[in-house]
């Protein structure tokens, strides 16, 4: 039972590249979301998933899609990146009594 | 629109001294309540939520919170803090018909010999 895990842990990219965050949860939940983490601002939502085929906006999702790929897996893309999305990446799947289970992270540098 | 404040970025205590972490939210009825914990290059662990009931809860590693409706406060304690218990500390808000979380900005724990 591995929870909630995230690939890849690390990432460097030159402004414009595009790339995509993987996420996968083994624990059968319906909802995940995508959070970023940035120095004084705590965790931010930038995307979730309430259930297999639906994603709805969060607080910040400007520059980013998603695709709820599956019931386990939840994808966030960036398809030009920009300097201003360096941060760390959290993904999390939430069970039925609304507790989330964070993945690792994903620390994201944007040159 | 919904807000969860963490007036305290750093807090300093002594091993073995008591702790309390203040979180206030703004949100027009009574929402879910979080605390998670955060140890340095980790995702976050959850240590005690409330929804209804009860306002003193309990979580793990002997933290307690109290949920304070007149003052929309969820405060985190603990009588006796242990060195392992530095870390980062986030409140959050839960809405359950938006099925959406809101995060404080967290509070710095270090703990001193």
């Known amino acids: 039972n591995a929870g909630v895990t995230q690939t890849p842990k690390f990432q460097v990219l030159k402004t414009g590249q595009s790339m995509t965050l993987q996420c996968a949860q083994d624990m059968n939940h319906n909802s995940m979301y995508w959070y970023r983490q940035d120095p004084g601002m705590g965790l931010r939502l930038i995307y979730y998933s309430a259930s297999e085929g639906t994603t709805d906006k969060g607080e910040v999702p400007n520059g980013y899609n998603v695709s709820r790929l599956n019931k386990r897996e939840f994808s966030l893309r960036l398809e030009s990146a920009a300097p201003s999305q360096t941060s760390v990446y959290f993904c999390a799947s939430r069970d039925r009594s609304y507790e989330q289970y964070f993945g690792p992270g994903t620390r994201l540098t944007v040159t | 629109a919904q807000s969860v404040t963490q007036p305290d970025i750093h807090i300093t205590v002594s091993e073995g001294a008591s702790l309390e972490l203040r979180c206030n939210y703004s949100y027009g009825a009574t929402p879910y309540l979080f605390w998670y914990v955060q140890s340095p290059g980790q995702g976050l662990q959850l240590l005690l939520k409330?929804?209804?009931?009860?306002?003193l809860v309990q979580g793990i590693k002997g933290f307690e919170a109290e949920f304070k409706r007149s003052q929309s406060s969820f405060n985190l304690r603990k009588p006796s803090v242990h060195w392992s218990d530095a870390a980062e500390y986030f409140c959050a808000v839960g809405i359950a018909t938006g099925n959406q979380f809101y995060f404080g900005t967290g509070t710095s724990l270090t703990v001193i010999p």
């Open positions: 409330y929804f209804s009931g009860d306002t």
